[in-house]
């Protein structure tokens, strides 16, 4: 009853301002254009390097000299490289074109559209997963520490964080579809298909979630807030998940955030052992097959998510610390 | 005359005192990290593994890693061959120990470029902060936005898939990393006491940055980069094992994996006993970076 | 009225950890009535945080171990309570703590009202979340905040006013035990003095015993009843308020605080402060602990550890005072 009265509380004083909320967001959102303009710009440039024609790849290398000459004016290879990559923006921003797929000859966005979802699911999963079994064990490693059970996760999570995710994926696949036939090595027919791919993502980024929550609590279980609380007399249990876990939230949070990259990187990893059909492997293939304008946007686009997950994780901080939240936040 | 003869004695004082102390530091440092079993194992088996790499034409005939041997194709793991054969029968421990030289020098090469680099980059813009700061700053942002593994695929295509394009690749994703850790490091101590009283004496900005600045961030800079090695192999290994980094024949291990991924199921030592090669180098990266963590700071162990 | 309250029986701490062992404190007895308040003073590491952190069984799990001793608390032995009665009967119940540093000592995020009401609920059960509320905004009355504050973050508190809420933490469920650890150091001098004013008043109100420690003998003067002075993990010396103040005889140690102290009074140019350091506690010297400072050191001092020297309320650890006992001197015992 009292938790339930003091939480919401907290709920009506953390967030009063709504409307501060949503400026905020704007403001992030806004913030971000500059940053996906860098990333686009530097991506173009990158590939700008790429070995070869791109006409002469969608063509064919028997096709005529003119036939070459013809889409190359026609694609606008021919123009400078600022005047392309202004167009290539103004597309993006007026239609959202993304330009031609030099593979699939469709336009980009199209090949892209039907994949995200199969890349959302499993990044979102793996995410949950890392998170659910890297906090509370986290907390419980650091509450009995040097004991049995910690040592265990330890280790455990030592080995994990430097597992080459492929290598687990391959472990996993051995095991499970090989030997014990339990689970599909590929495709997502159903559900179950994601079992592997989740792990393979979240296990390596759920131990490093792991350790961060260790140590964090170990440091926060001996501050003085710690001590005025033993000291007030309030149980154990609760001193650990309401006091000290919401103080290390913010660093474990910070981690979560910092290494969902990583966790984009291990599902590309995973959508190609797995071949599950995501922006993962469609970017291997643009980059296998010198597909441009296909790397070009799948890699904006996963730009784009990071940096959302990112904001999120920024509000979450002004949830959880008044003190962040005083400062965005500064009018109340 | 008297008062700069004076001045200069006391700062040859200063520095004997701050040198004696830092290398009773770095003795205390060592001792504690000798004290620390599984870091000091590390240690070892790091620089073991060093030798073996730098050694291994004297170890191991270069022909097994390359020579074609149609006879001995697919051999499980035996006393010959302590990995077993691949598809074409060459010795897969031969190559994984020729492999070491090139995801050894992967990892430490790129994270010598880019802590000193992105070091660089970091302490500048920390020191100067203005204008400088925020472009510096900027262009983090945007490279950072871009997952570290994606940027590196990205490079990789573009400048063709040799080991000197993946470090650079590697290093361009990494470097944004260390600009911002040593900004931020650096930040914490530009305020501290001791710069203020090095620039009262009036020491110049280099001598501040090279004296009392660097030796103060060598301790975070020092664990993320021995365990950045141990990140950077992982993700060099998986490039290759993606098809978009090091190319087969290269003995580098990622591209051994690769190689071997259609023998899964029908030999899986090919895969397992590579990976548990990498596996083990990168957690003795890692254990040595959380020794060193433990040893510069041991408030923290217990 | 002279009702025993707290008595500690030659209580020895220790901390140990890997590589050293540190004697904090080293069987020192101290005996409190109802309501009297002691004052225990000392310098940094002589033991007084360990002692207090002692009688609240709150000493650091891993590290610090009670050797041996005593707590008696309202006839009960701490020791041999269960942790749930530690927790229900004994800490912010019946005996309630004041850190020193009211900056650390609270939940950056929690509101005030949240940290008080905490103390109330887990001790009260059956009190709804409205009496909780009423009893959060009497004790925030009680140290001078207003309620309306009390959905304020402690960092929208200043520092005073932080220990103001630390203090209403501690009193939330009117213990018959105050034990104040240096509540007043990390303050202002201005701030100081009101926050001392401030438990002295609600001491008497409230009838509260308390044990101040502080290394501070005008916070002692000004609030105390009894004194205990702490050296090296010992009581030096103890008595009540004249004993300290008043006589003239007085272990070398305590004398050397007297002369650390500035005197607006005296003409003296420069304060005399004890020379020297406390010994390492990981090393303590065979015989008296502060014989390396003494400027009455003598040969016995470096070979036996002192005997205490009982003159009425005013006990002395110290072998100046021994020849005096033995000749029956009658002088100070009038």
Not at chain 1, 161 to 171: D, E, G, I, N, S
Not at chain 1, 260 to 284: K, Y
Not at chain 3, 53 to 64: F, H, K, Q, V, W
């Amino acid at each position: 009853m009292y938790n339930a009265i003091s939480c919401n509380i907290m709920l009506v004083g953390r967030f009063g301002g709504g409307v501060l909320v949503i400026k905020y967001v704007t403001k992030r959102l806004l913030l971000l254009i500059p940053i996906l303009i860098g990333v686009a710009f530097l991506i173009f440039t990158i590939m700008e390097f790429t070995p070869g024609d791109p006409a002469v790849k969608i063509l064919g290398i028997e096709a005529p000299q003119e036939a070459v000459e013809q889409l190359r004016e026609q694609l606008g290879l021919n123009r400078p490289f600022a005047v392309r990559f202004f167009d290539y923006i103004y597309k993006i921003v007026t239609r959202l074109d993304f330009g031609m797929s030099w593979r699939t000859k469709n336009p980009v966005f199209m090949d892209i559209i039907p994949r995200i979802p199969v890349s959302a699911t499993l990044a979102f999963l793996g995410i949950a997963f890392a998170t659910l079994f890297g906090i509370p064990l986290g907390v419980l490693s650091a509450v009995k520490q040097y004991s049995k059970s910690d040592n265990v996760l330890r280790v455990v999570s030592t080995i994990l964080v430097a597992v080459p995710t492929f290598w687990l994926a391959m472990l996993l696949i051995l095991a499970f579809s090989s030997y014990l036939a339990w689970l599909p090595a590929g495709g997502v027919h159903s559900y179950v298909g994601y079992i592997m791919p989740v792990i393979t993502c979240g296990g390596p980024y759920g131990s490093a979630i792991l350790r961060i929550t260790r140590s964090t609590m170990l440091e926060e279980i001996r501050q003085d807030y710690v001590r005025t609380a033993r000291a007030k007399g309030v149980p154990n249990n609760i001193i650990i998940y309401k006091h000290a876990l919401q103080n290390a939230l913010l660093p474990v949070i910070t981690t979560i955030g910092q290494n969902f990259g990583a966790i984009l990187g291990g599902s590309v990893v995973a959508e190609s052992v797995f071949s599950l059909p995501g922006i993962g492997s469609l970017v291997i293939l643009g980059i296998k097959s010198k597909d441009t304008p296909t790397v070009i946007a799948s890699v904006l686009l996963i730009a784009f998510f990071f940096a959302i997950v990112m904001l999120a994780v920024d509000l979450m901080y002004a949830f959880i610390d008044p003190r962040i939240k005083a400062k965005y936040f500064k009018a109340e | 005359m008297i008062l700069q003869a004076l001045k200069n004695n006391k700062n040859e004082n200063k520095k004997n005192i701050t040198d004696g102390r830092r290398k009773s530091m770095w003795k205390e440092i060592g001792k504690r990290m000798i004290k620390d079993k599984p870091s000091l194992i590390s240690f070892i088996f790091i620089v073991a593994l060093i030798l073996v790499s730098i050694f291994a034409n004297f170890l191991i005939d270069v022909d097994l890693v390359t020579a074609q041997n149609g006879a001995e194709r697919i051999q499980s793991p035996s006393f010959a061959h302590w990995f077993g054969t691949d598809l074409y029968g060459r010795d897969i421990f031969a190559r994984v120990v020729y492999g070491s030289r090139v995801s050894l020098s992967i990892g430490i090469i790129t994270v010598l470029i880019s802590t000193s680099i992105g070091g660089l980059l970091g302490a500048v813009a920390a020191y100067f902060g203005g204008l400088l700061d925020d472009i510096i700053m900027r262009v983090t942002d945007v490279v950072l936005a871009i997952p570290e593994q994606l940027l590196a695929m990205c490079v990789v295509a573009a400048m063709g898939a040799t080991p000197t394009s993946v470090i650079a690749a590697l290093s361009i994703a990494v470097i944004p990393t260390r600009t911002r850790l040593v900004r931020s490091t650096v930040l914490g101590i530009v305020d501290t006491e001791y710069v203020e009283a090095a620039r009262a004496s009036g020491m110049g900005n280099i001598g501040i940055i090279v004296k009392e600045i660097m030796p103060n961030t060598l301790g975070p800079i020092i664990v993320v980069s021995t365990q950045g090695i141990a990140s950077i192999m992982l993700t060099a290994s998986s490039l290759s094992y993606l098809g978009v980094g090091i190319q087969p024949p290269t003995p580098e291990w990622g591209a051994i994996i690769f190689e071997a991924r259609e023998f899964l199921r029908l030999a899986p030592y090919m895969c397992i006993l590579p990976g548990l090669v990498i596996v083990v180098t990168a957690l003795a990266f890692n254990l040595m970076g959380d020794g060193l963590r433990d040893a510069l700071d041991p408030r923290l162990k217990d | 009225m002279k009702d025993e309250l707290l008595k500690i029986e030659k209580l020895e701490v220790i901390y140990k950890t890997s590589e050293e062992t540190v004697q904090a404190v080293n069987g020192i007895d101290i005996v409190l009535n109802k309501g009297e308040t002691l004052g225990l003073v000392g310098e940094t590491g002589a033991g007084k945080t360990t002692t207090a952190l002692s009688i609240m069984r709150l000493l650091p799990e891993r590290t610090g171990k009670v050797l041996s001793g005593n707590v008696t608390f309202e006839g009960e032995n701490i020791f041999e309570l269960s942790d749930e009665d530690m927790r229900m009967k004994i800490r912010g119940e019946r005996i309630a703590m004041i850190f020193q540093d009211p900056m650390t000592a609270l939940n950056p995020v929690m509101t005030v009202g949240d940290q008080i009401s905490e103390a109330i609920y887990y001790h009260s059960e059956k009190t709804n979340a409205a009496g909780i509320a009423a009893r959060v905004d009497k004790v925030l009355e009680l140290v001078g905040i207003s309620p309306s504050r009390k959905n304020e973050y402690p960092h929208q508190f200043s520092g005073g006013m932080k220990q103001r809420v630390v203090i209403a933490i501690a009193l939330a469920c009117e213990p018959v035990l105050l034990i104040a650890d240096e509540p007043t150091t990390a303050l202002d001098v201005t701030i100081q003095a009101q926050v001392l004013e401030m438990m002295g008043e609600l001491r008497d109100r409230l009838g509260t015993a308390m044990i101040m420690i502080t290394h501070d003998l005008g916070v002692v003067a000004q609030i105390c009843d009894k004194v205990a002075v702490m050296y090296a993990g010992e009581i030096i010396e103890s008595g009540n308020m004249e004993d300290i103040f008043v006589s003239k005889e007085h272990h070398p140690y305590t004398e050397g605080l007297f002369g650390a102290i500035p005197d607006l009074a005296s003409e003296a140019k420069r304060l005399s402060p004890i020379t020297g350091l406390m010994p390492d506690p990981s090393r303590l010297p065979q015989g008296c602990n502060f014989q390396e400072r003494c400027s009455h050191c003598m040969e016995i001092c470096t070979k036996k550890n002192p005997e205490t020297y009982v003159n009425g309320t005013h006990k002395i650890s110290c072998f100046l005072f021994k020849n005096k006992e033995d000749r029956g001197d009658g002088d100070e015992k009038k």
